[in-house]
Structure formats: structure tokens, C-alpha cells
């Protein structure tokens, strides 16, 4: 069993910096894919970012590629989501995700098998 909490949301204006921390409870986090996922209202959750169990690889949605990345370090069972240049249309709820022996390109909804509670990040015009 794994636990997921985020931090680090919050209110920010267009063009700024915001980064997203969510620490993860027991002793096999560095044998997780690790994803980040966000959800405005009114529209369906969708994947951000991902992140292999080494840290190695990184994968991102062509919406933040260029604008976000993703870290992890297995050390202090934390994965890391840095935001730059963030846009009134990056608010949304952001949620972590962990996938156990998944590969990157291939996480999604349905195959994340632990879920963080999300944070609140809004990007103000």
C-alpha cells in the first residue's frame, strides 16, 4: 500500500513559477513509474508528466513540454513537478500518480494503481 500527498499549490500570475512536491509512504517508491495528472473544472483528467523508476526517462504532454519538469528523488520518496512560464489555462487540480512497472509512454487513468488527494494550482490572466 502507498500513500500520495501533494503540496506546493496555489495562486500564481501568468508568466511565474510554481513547484509541486508529493511525498510517498513506504518502502518500494523507487519501483514506481511516477506520473503527475491534472483536472480543470468541468473537463476530464488528463496526464501531464511522467517519470521512470530511476529517474532516467521523463515524458510530458505536448500542452508543458518546454514549460514543466518532473524530478524524483527516491531518497526522500518524492517526486517533484517544476512549473515555469505557467498560463491561465494550466489551472487545474494536480494530482500524483503512482504505476508500478509501467513505462512511461503507457501511464494513464485507468492503469495508475495509487492516487495523491491533488492540489489546487491557479494561474491568474
Known amino acids: 500500500q502507498v500513500q500520495l500527498v501533494e503540496s506546493g499549490g496555489g495562486l500564481v500570475q501568468a508568466g511565474g513559477s510554481l513547484r509541486l512536491s508529493c511525498a510517498a509512504s513506504g518502502r518500494t517508491f523507487s519501483s514506481y513509474t511516477m506520473g503527475w495528472f491534472r483536472q480543470a473544472p468541468g473537463k476530464e483528467r488528463e496526464f501531464v508528466a511522467a517519470?521512470?523508476?530511476?529517474?532516467?526517462?521523463?515524458y510530458y504532454a505536448g500542452s508543458v513540454k518546454g514549460r514543466f519538469t518532473i524530478s524524483r528523488d527516491n531518497a526522500k520518496n518524492t517526486v517533484y513537478l517544476q512549473m515555469n512560464s505557467l498560463k491561465p489555462e494550466d489551472t487545474a487540480v494536480y494530482y500524483c500518480?503512482?504505476?508500478?512497472?509501467?513505462?512511461?509512454?503507457?501511464?494513464?487513468?485507468?492503469?495508475?494503481?495509487?492516487w495523491g488527494q491533488g492540489t489546487q494550482v491557479t494561474v491568474s490572466s
Open positions: 500518480a503512482a504505476d508500478r512497472d509501467r513505462p512511461i509512454t503507457l501511464v494513464t487513468m485507468t492503469s495508475v494503481d495509487y
Open positions: 517519470i521512470s523508476w530511476n529517474g532516467g526517462s521523463t
